[in-house]
C-alpha cells in the first residue's frame, strides 16, 4: 500500500509518566495513521496482562501495576524486542515508560516525552482513570516512580553509560533519568496542549516535508 504521507521518521517511541497523556496520544496516532500501515503497542498494557496472568497482581484493582511485579529476565527480553523492532522494522509507534531510551542512538526514530506541568492535573487523571481517591493516587504515582526507577536503572547502567553518556548526550555525573528532555526529539506538556494540538505535533514532526512545487 502506498503511503498517505512522506516520513522522515520510520517509527514513534513515546514515553511519559502516569497521568501524561502518553496512552491517549497512542491511542490518537494509532487511528491517525491507521490506513498508512502503522501499528501501536502499548508495553504497560502488554506488561499489566502478563503480571495478571502469573498472579502478579490483583487484575481486578484498576491501578496500574509496578515493574518489580515481574522478573528482570523477562523485563528486559521485552525491551530488548522493542529496541529490535525500532532497530529493523517501519510503522511502529510504541508507548512505554522506556520506549524513549530503548530508542536513543536510533535515528529512524522520533523521540516522544509527554509531559504534564501540572502534579495536581496528573493526579485528578489517575483518580478518574483508575476510580482511587487522591491520597491514593499521589501514593502508587510517588511509589511507583520510586520503585522503577530503582529497577531500571540497576538493570540498564550499562546501557546508560553506553547510549547516554558516550555519545555526550548527558555527562557521568548526571543520575540517570530515564526522562530527561535531551533524551527526546520533541517534548509536549499536555497541560497546556489540547490533545488535537498535540498529535498535530508529533505528526508534523515525522511528516516528511516536500519543496514547494515550482511554477
Known sequence: MPNIRDYKYANIAISGLPGSGSTTLLRLLKEELDLDGWRG??????????AAEKGLFDASK????FATDYEDDFDRQIDMGVREKLQTQKKWIFEAWL???????????LKVLVICSDDAVRVDRIVNRDEVNVEEAKHHIKQR?????AKWARMYAKEWQEWVVEPGILSEHNPIDFWNPKLYDVVIDTYSTNQSKTLSIVLDAITQKKPAAKI
Open 41 to 50: 503497542y502499548s508495553g504497560g498494557e502488554f506488561m499489566r496482562a502478563y
Open 62 to 65: 484498576k491501578l496500574h501495576h
Open 99 to 109: 520506549a524513549g531510551f530503548l530508542a536513543q542512538g536510533l535515528d529512524n526514530t
Open 145 to 149: 516512580y520510586a520503585d522503577n526507577l
